[in-house]
């Protein structure tokens, strides 16, 4: 360490274990929006919040904040998710929280910033109860429909109101969670793969988050008996289907890093052992941090569906289900980081996200940086999830340096 802001490894590794605790199963993290877990969250984390001096508050969507009041004007906040996936790990999300946390309580000794610092857990990132993705962000950026309150529902048929009137919030009230305040926002993340662990490097400064595309690909042959029609004389819709995803995997496999491409959901019908498929249908993750490759990974994409088609005798439909514009972190942000990383004696990297973030939708409003610690064997979603006590109070020290510089 040189003249970085010291985070305490013990007081982190504390937070860390205790919210690690909370929603834990022997299958993992399981900590929905609103659910007895997250509510134990909320208030084990207002808790820590009034323990380090700060004011807590809880707004109209149930984010969490802790505020160190400044002089002037405008708010420097940081943050993460609270939520977990189904199964998942510790750190994903809840490291961000805890490690901004435990940023403002080692910042509180500097005495009063001109600009006031905020710690948030974020209520809902990963869509594990509701398709109500980033809720917590879009609140703060004014972005929730009127109706989603009613109209959301989880898998038991709860609607999101009823969730949070359960966990003592006013669905009515989610537009006075909007904020205007906000000059920046800095988010202190696990990296999910394994470029950091494998080059050796203490943390990564994320230059931009994919936009990610979906499609669904159909493909419909021909249904018939699986004894008495010869092989060369199907148009087995699965056989082809299987070739597409093959192959779009291969060219993207050609293209090499950071190009991902997954094809994760598979419906086949009739779905019958003595039946050739009549149908298959499969969903296409794409990404790529540059637009321009992306999209021309996707016109490939179509090409090979369209020649496998006509090779098998098949027709095949692809539909675009989502199209994210890749987000751009803040430049002046990220030379804010990379100085704090070295005042830490932190090497550092600039770096693309895999994931998507909360800070792809900030960015869209808020000058936004992001912050990567190592993730031990590139785990994440899973409980294998790891990162160690030295690695998170790094990435924790290069946040409250880089806070200090911006408040202070
Ligand atoms: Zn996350």
């Given at each position: 360490?040189?003249?970085?802001?010291?985070?305490?490894?013990?007081?982190?590794?504390?937070?860390?274990?205790?919210?690690?605790?909370?929603?834990?199963?022997?299958?993992?993290?399981?900590?929905?929006?609103?659910?007895?877990?997250?509510?134990?969250?909320?208030?084990?984390?207002?808790?820590?919040?009034?323990?380090?001096?700060?004011?807590?508050?809880?707004?109209?969507?149930?984010?969490?904040?802790?505020?160190?009041p400044?002089?002037?004007?405008?708010?420097?906040?940081?943050?993460?998710?609270?939520?977990?996936?189904?199964?998942g790990?510790?750190?994903?999300?809840?490291?961000?929280?805890?490690?901004?946390?435990?940023?403002?309580?080692?910042?509180?000794?500097?005495?009063?910033?001109?600009?006031?610092?905020?710690?948030?857990?974020?209520?809902?990132?990963?869509?594990?109860?509701?398709?109500?993705?980033?809720?917590?962000?879009?609140?703060?950026?004014?972005?929730?429909?009127?109706?989603?309150?009613?109209?959301l529902?989880?898998?038991?048929?709860?609607?999101?109101?009823?969730?949070?009137?359960?966990?003592?919030?006013?669905?009515?009230?989610?537009?006075?969670?909007?904020?205007?305040?906000?000059?920046?926002?800095?988010?202190?993340h696990?990296?999910?793969?394994?470029?950091?662990a494998?080059?050796?490097?203490?943390?990564?400064?994320?230059?931009?988050?994919p936009?990610?595309?979906?499609?669904?690909?159909?493909?419909?042959?021909?249904?018939?008996?699986?004894?008495?029609t010869?092989?060369?004389?199907?148009?087995?819709?699965?056989?082809?289907?299987?070739?597409?995803?093959?192959?779009?995997?291969?060219?993207?496999?050609?293209?090499?890093?950071?190009?991902?491409?997954?094809?994760?959901?598979?419906?086949?019908?009739?779905?019958?052992?003595?039946?050739?498929?009549g149908?298959?249908?499969?969903?296409?993750?794409?990404?790529?941090?540059?637009?321009?490759?992306?999209?021309?990974?996707?016109?490939?994409?179509?090409?090979?569906?369209?020649?496998?088609?006509?090779?098998?005798?098949?027709?095949?439909?692809?539909?675009?289900?989502?199209?994210?514009?890749?987000?751009?972190?803040?430049?002046?942000?990220?030379?804010?980081?990379?100085?704090?990383?070295?005042?830490?004696?932190?090497?550092?990297?600039?770096?693309?996200?895999?994931?998507?973030?909360?800070?792809?939708?900030?960015?869209?409003?808020?000058?936004?940086?992001?912050?990567?610690?190592?993730?031990?064997?590139?785990?994440?979603?899973?409980?294998?999830?790891?990162?160690?006590?030295?690695?998170?109070?790094?990435?924790?020290?290069?946040?409250?340096?880089?806070?200090?510089?911006?408040?202070?």
């Amino acid at each position: 360490m040189t003249d970085g802001i010291h985070v305490d490894e013990q007081l982190l590794g504390t937070y860390v274990t205790e919210l690690g605790a909370i929603g834990e199963t022997p299958d993992g993290m399981y900590r929905f929006v609103y659910d007895d877990a997250w509510q134990r969250a909320r208030d084990t984390l207002l808790r820590w919040i009034d323990e380090a001096g700060l004011e807590g508050r809880v707004d109209a969507v149930g984010n969490v904040f802790g505020r160190l009041p400044g002089s002037g004007d405008g708010v420097v906040l940081t943050g993460s998710h609270v939520d977990t996936v189904p199964s998942g790990g510790k750190y994903d999300g809840a490291l961000g929280v805890v490690g901004g946390l435990a940023a403002l309580a080692a910042l509180r000794a500097h005495g009063t910033p001109t600009r006031t610092l905020e710690v948030v857990a974020l209520c809902e990132e990963e869509s594990s109860r509701f398709p109500a993705d980033f809720l917590g962000t879009r609140a703060m950026l004014g972005l929730v429909a009127a109706d989603e309150p009613d109209r959301l529902r989880d898998r038991d048929g709860t609607t999101l109101a009823e969730a949070m009137r359960r966990a003592g919030l006013d669905p009515a009230a989610v537009a006075t969670a909007e904020r205007h305040d906000l000059r920046a926002f800095l988010e202190l993340h696990i990296e999910q793969g394994r470029v950091l662990a494998d080059e050796g490097v203490d943390v990564g400064l994320v230059e931009v988050i994919p936009g990610i595309a979906w499609e669904t690909i159909t493909v419909r042959g021909r249904q018939d008996h699986a004894g008495a029609t010869p092989m060369d004389l199907r148009a087995d819709a699965l056989q082809a289907a299987a070739q597409m995803a093959r192959e779009i995997t291969l060219a993207v496999e050609r293209a090499g890093r950071p190009a991902v491409a997954t094809t994760g959901r598979w419906t086949v019908e009739p779905g019958q052992p003595s039946v050739v498929p009549g149908l298959a249908r499969f969903s296409l993750d794409l990404r790529h941090p540059d637009l321009a490759v992306r999209d021309r990974l996707l016109d490939q994409v179509h090409r090979i569906c369209a020649d496998v088609a006509r090779r098998h005798g098949v027709e095949v439909d692809v539909v675009r289900d989502k199209d994210e514009e890749p987000a751009t972190m803040d430049s002046g942000l990220l030379e804010v980081c990379r100085d704090a990383a070295e005042r830490c004696g932190a090497s550092w990297r600039r770096m693309p996200s895999g994931a998507g973030h909360d800070s792809q939708l900030m960015a869209s409003r808020v000058p936004t940086a992001m912050v990567f610690v190592p993730s031990v064997d590139g785990r994440s979603h899973t409980p294998a999830e790891y990162t160690s006590p030295a690695d998170c109070a790094r990435g924790a020290s290069v946040l409250a340096t880089a806070l200090h510089r911006l408040a202070w």
